[in-house]
């Protein structure tokens, strides 16, 4: 009986090892769904697209105005204006290329409340450190505050900002800066973020981040060669600007 009953448990866990290493790569909207009519990065519009697909989650990107605004942008810049040493006056006066006016952390949040779709928030590098600081503060204070902590993730490519992630929030943090696995692990992340020509590079870090507990979200995966790379090399996270045929090809892979 008892050599039985541990059959039966080394089978359970044999189950759960081969559940983990098959799961579907989750796929994020890289920011947000925009290459579709209508849409644009970082758009309100792209976000609300990014849901309307059942994306597992949006991407996009944060700064902090010089007014100590939080606003959403990829870029640095905006026709002109570099957003970091500008009011929010005159930043959130832009449009964006579907015509959009550019959208405050809050207009974006308070449309993610009646969406579902998870968040993973981008706070992009500044050249002031202290700036850079309170961006990262003043994110999680907002994100809390909107009631989205559960749904939301971090990821930078700040050293700066990551430490203050990692001081400041227990929810996900991953790094957007390819370090090995065991480096990122001792200075808190709890997955990497990384672009996929460092993992094919560096394939045995995907085993590795596993074997850790960390998470692995490979970016930005657009074509049909890489995305079925990262299906077939276990990525938990897919970050792409074609989210409709990575659910394609992971929905034809896991049928």
């Not at 990014?50 to 990829?74: G, M, P, R």
């Not at 204070?141 to 929030?169: C, H, P, W």
Request: neutral net charge; hydrophobic residues 35%.
């Amino acid at each position: 009986m008892k050599k039985k009953l541990t059959l039966i448990y080394l089978t359970g866990l044999l189950t759960i090892s081969i559940t983990n290493v098959n799961a579907q790569p989750k796929v994020v909207a890289h920011r947000g769904h925009w290459d579709t009519e209508g849409s644009a990065q970082n758009s309100i519009r792209a976000l609300i697209k990014a849901d309307s697909i059942k994306c597992d989650a949006c991407e996009f990107d944060v700064w902090l105005t010089a007014d100590k605004q939080l606003v959403v942008n990829h870029d640095n810049t905006i026709n002109g204006y570099e957003i970091e040493t500008t009011s929010s006056n005159t930043i959130l006066s832009q449009k964006l290329k579907n015509g959009e006016l550019l959208p405050s952390l809050s207009q974006f949040l308070d449309v993610a409340k009646l969406l579902t779709v998870d968040l993973v928030l981008e706070i992009k590098p500044h050249k002031n450190r202290k700036h850079e600081a309170e961006a990262v503060n003043m994110v999680l204070n907002m994100v809390q505050e909107k009631g989205l902590e559960n749904r939301t993730s971090y990821i930078t490519f700040s050293r700066n900002a990551f430490d203050e992630l990692v001081k400041q929030t227990k929810r996900p943090i991953l790094y957007l800066n390819g370090v090995a696995p065991d480096v990122l692990k001792s200075i808190g992340g709890t997955g990497a973020d990384y672009h996929i020509n460092v993992f094919k590079k560096n394939p045995e870090w995907i085993k590795q981040l596993h074997n850790l507990g960390l998470e692995v979200n490979i970016w930005t995966v657009s074509d049909p060669e890489g995305i079925q790379w990262c299906i077939d090399n276990g990525a938990d996270y897919i970050t792409t600007n074609n989210p409709e045929l990575v659910q394609k090809m992971i929905k034809e892979h896991y049928k």
